[in-house]
């Protein structure tokens, strides 16, 4: 049986260094068999890899990209909180929070991007429940912001 490790090297990915948090907040909080995520940003190297809002400086194509990055960034964070993603028996919970010009509404497209990263990383157990939200603005004008909810051996 392939491990998520495994699908990440075969997707062409590695997780990054877990995102600093940008103020009095963790990464990450288990409680039981359970762990949060705090909001993750498409932060790649250290840096925010686009600003601006959805239906005006970025585009769906982009948004949905930056969610995959938010969500490798938010399995980075699930990791150091367990050691090791075998452990995740499933994600049980996303919420994407997506920067909107007002008139854009295609919000769940670009959490798809998020969606469809966890489904190719964990497999069966990437299936979740999810929301996708749009708000005026986000940390640093970060364009998108996941956080999730997993479920851990």
Do not use: W
């Not at 932060?43 to 982009?62: C, D, F, R, S």
């Not at 909180?81 to 920067?99: I, N, P, S």
């Amino acid at each position: 049986m392939t491990t998520p490790e495994q699908r990440l090297e075969e997707l062409g990915l590695t997780l990054p260094e877990v995102v600093a948090p940008l103020a009095a907040y963790v990464p990450a909080v288990r409680t039981g068999n359970l762990v949060y995520t705090s909001g993750q940003l498409p932060v790649v190297q250290g840096k925010l890899a686009a600003t601006g809002k959805l239906g005006a400086e970025v585009t769906t194509e982009q948004g949905a990209e930056l969610a995959r990055v938010c969500a490798l960034n938010a399995l980075a964070a699930l990791k150091s909180e367990v050691g090791d993603l075998a452990k995740v028996v499933r994600v049980v919970k996303v919420v994407v929070f997506v920067a909107s010009d007002p008139s854009f509404t295609d919000q769940p497209k670009v959490g798809n991007g998020a969606s469809e990263l966890l489904a190719e990383v964990l497999g069966d157990a990437g299936r979740h429940a999810r929301s996708a939200v749009g708000v005026a603005s986000l940390p640093l004008d970060a364009p998108v912001e996941v956080e999730l909810i997993a479920e851990v051996a």
